[in-house]
């Protein structure tokens, strides 16, 4: 009696198929885990000018990026202040950036890196008119 050929698959084959599928896997996170702020249109805020006189930007929007430090207050009625850790050349600064109440949908959580539009009112406060999250 005649043997038949086998028809399995080679397995070098599948080891080849499987690193293949690990190397987009990688690819794929490396890209989608650079979120960007989606708010190219405005300046990034320089946060020296900030810190040496926050008044003289009343009036104009920003972008700043940076990770929650910490929730500093919250009302209801008036929305919550938060302190956020931003990156600068000379190391990292604490500012504090209030967000209304319109976005009390919002789970705005500590450790977390977020990207505020902000519009400085008056006596240099930066009040979020867009968050994203990143």
């Known amino acids: 009696m005649a043997r ?4 399995s698959v ?3 084959i599948i080891l080849g198929i ?3 599928l690990v190397v987009l896997f990688l690819a794929g996170r490396h890209f989608i ?3 960007d702020s989606g708010m190219g249109d405005v300046e990034k805020l320089d946060v020296r000018d900030l810190l040496e006189n926050g008044n003289s930007l009343r009036g104009n929007e920003y972008v700043v990026e940076g990770k929650i430090d910490q ?5 209801t009625s008036r929305g919550q202040v938060v302190s956020l ?3 600068t050349p000379g190391g990292e600064e604490l500012i504090g950036v209030e967000i209304p109440p319109t976005f009390s949908h919002l789970n705005i959580e500590r450790q977390q ?3 505020f539009r902000v519009k400085f009112r008056q006596g240099g406060v ?3 008119t867009a968050i994203n999250r990143l």
């Not at 038949?4 to 028809?7: E, G, K």
């Open 4 to 7: 038949r050929a086998s028809s």
């Open 10 to 12: 080679h397995p070098g």
């Open 18 to 20: 499987i690193a293949a």
């Open 33 to 35: 885990g650079k979120k």
């Open 71 to 75: 929730q500093l207050r919250w009302t």
């Open 85 to 87: 850790r931003v990156s």
């Open 113 to 115: 890196r977020y990207s």
């Open 126 to 128: 930066p009040v979020a």
